[in-house]
């Protein structure tokens, strides 16, 4: 006879400890919490300061603002001295938990500072920590219904309203969430493939080689994705651009044109929203035209600049024909101030998605339809099977702030970026080299004292050292390759403060004569 279990054991008597999961949550996030809330507050107060042109100083060892105390690596990785504990428990785990938070936020580069302006992201915000919390607290996985329930239907409905705003309103249009922008990309090379070339799903490339074209100054994840893939980066084209930074349609057609005479096989056009050093829109209804005269799949990467498509205005004049490609890449945590990573890969017809990508899983997938419309097991549209639930990410925020946030938001950044252009053209001592109107929310200029460049070596040098010296005085910014020599690539956002783009102009023009430019 089996014993029956108690309240506190199992069938055979044993007892069991109760389970304390609750209380532990509570009290690690009440600890954690008293560490996290001051690090977004020093920046929240530093902020109050930007506009003099130097962060609040921190005291304490080296030069340190709230943005960031950097170290070299070398040095870095001796102050943490990491190490992994051969065992501990309770109070004692608690305090190298505590240890381990206070030198990852005393080390690492503060995003909610105003003077974060290197990368085309930014912070997040409250309600974006809220939707990091419940996904961390669910931890599902969002490749089958059975699991993700709540999250698939989510997603589904997300993609479809994001989808809806690029003008897709087919029946069949709709989106799949990616774990970035460069995923994005990489997965459209992929199902435009084997959408054009069926047979290349289960035979491979047959001999052919295939080409892609892409922006001169477009992202390196199209050639990342090429060698990935067997199709080999030297096969992905650089179309020309004009002054603009913008694809030249009848270069691009030339080069098509030109590819097939040499018996090569081009499938694929990526246009670009937003390009990453200009910023720069490609003319999407020129560029679908040669894409339909040589029967050419057109993928529009809007990691950077799709996020426009929430403002009427912007959306009008940077994303015009947008609705003409076949796919779309859109990634919310770079202007949108979503948590990161949250990308989405949309198209006009789920269903080349998902003749494209499935394969049966019987241990896996037991949802098997006909219609994409019922296809609720989403990794069977997508590379990977392990799928975070991104999307809830962007839902969240939508539930709480509402379309006109996200639309006010993008027309404050376009707002900011003009009136940091307008502050450097105000001065003698900056050259820029950003095309106008500035097509999205980043500036490209040169530090020349009294306008005057000098050759690109030395313009080059100038940048880095600049850039080098506004660490330490609370503001982050990056540089990149010019026309005459590296020159700097400012991000600003719609939660950019004037008085921040006014302190960043004084820093450049006090570091540089600091360093004797």
């Known amino acids: 006879m089996t014993p029956n279990a108690d309240s506190n054991g199992v069938g055979n008597g044993t007892k069991e400890e109760p389970l304390n999961r609750a209380d532990e949550v509570q009290e690690l996030l009440t600890a954690t919490q008293e560490l996290i809330i001051p690090f977004i507050r020093s920046a929240d107060e530093d902020a109050a300061t930007k506009h003099t042109g130097h962060g609040l100083a921190v005291p304490g060892g080296e030069p340190r603002t709230a943005l960031v105390e950097h170290h070299p690596p070398q040095k870095l990785k001796q102050i943490l001295n990491l190490s992994v504990p051969s065992s501990r428990s309770g109070e004692e785990g608690k305090e190298g938990l505590l240890e381990l938070v206070k030198k990852v936020l005393q080390y690492s580069v503060n995003t909610w500072d105003q003077g974060f302006m290197d990368k085309l992201y930014g912070s997040t915000n409250a309600v974006g920590l809220v939707s990091e919390l419940m996904l961390g607290v669910l931890n599902t996985n969002a490749h089958v219904y059975q699991v993700s329930p709540v999250l698939t239907l989510i997603e589904k409905h997300t993609t479809e309203y994001l989808a809806r705003l690029f003008g897709y309103d087919g029946e069949h249009a709709g989106g799949i969430s990616q774990p970035g922008g460069s995923a994005s990309n990489s997965s459209a090379i992929v199902i435009a493939r084997n959408t054009l070339f069926p047979e290349t799903k289960t035979d491979g490339m047959s001999g052919r080689k295939f080409t892609l074209f892409t922006s001169q100054h477009g992202h390196y994840s199209m050639e990342k994705a090429a060698q990935m893939f067997g199709l080999g980066s030297k096969n992905v084209i650089s179309v020309p651009v004009n002054d603009r930074g913008e694809i030249i349609p009848e270069e691009l057609e030339k080069l098509v044109e030109e590819s097939k005479e040499r018996g090569e096989t081009p499938f694929f056009v990526n246009g670009t929203a937003g390009t990453t050093v200009l910023g720069s829109f490609d003319p999407f209804t020129e560029i679908s035209a040669v894409c339909r005269r040589h029967n050419l799949w057109l993928h529009i990467d809007g990691s950077w600049g799709g996020s426009v498509v929430f403002n009427p205005e912007y959306k009008a004049t940077r994303l015009k024909g947008a609705e003409l ?89 376009y707002e900011n970026a003009e009136y940091l252009l307008s502050l450097l053209k105000k001065s003698e001592n900056f050259v820029t080299s950003s095309p106008e109107p500035l097509p999205c929310d980043q500036i490209c200029f040169y530090f020349a004292r009294s306008g005057k460049l000098g050759v690109e070596e030395r313009n080059g040098e100038i940048t880095a050292s600049v850039a080098n010296r506004l660490i330490s005085r609370g503001y982050m910014i990056d540089f990149a390759p010019g026309p005459h020599g590296k020159f700097f690539r400012v991000v600003v956002n719609g939660n950019t403060r004037r008085g921040t783009l006014d302190g960043l102009v004084k820093a450049i023009e006090e570091s540089a004569t600091d360093l004797g430019y």
């Open 325 to 413: 490609a076949d796919s779309i890449a859109i990634t919310p945590h770079k202007m949108l101030g979503v948590p990161m990573t949250c990308s989405f890969l949309l198209g006009k017809d789920l269903r080349q998605f998902w003749k494209a990508m499935t394969l049966p899983a019987g241990y896996l997938f037991h949802n098997a339809s006909d219609s994409v419309n019922d296809i609720y097991d989403l990794a069977d549209l997508t590379p990977q099977c392990g799928r975070r639930a991104d999307s809830l990410k962007m839902f969240v925020a939508l539930t709480y702030y509402g379309e006109q946030h996200f639309s006010d938001l993008v027309a404050r950044g």
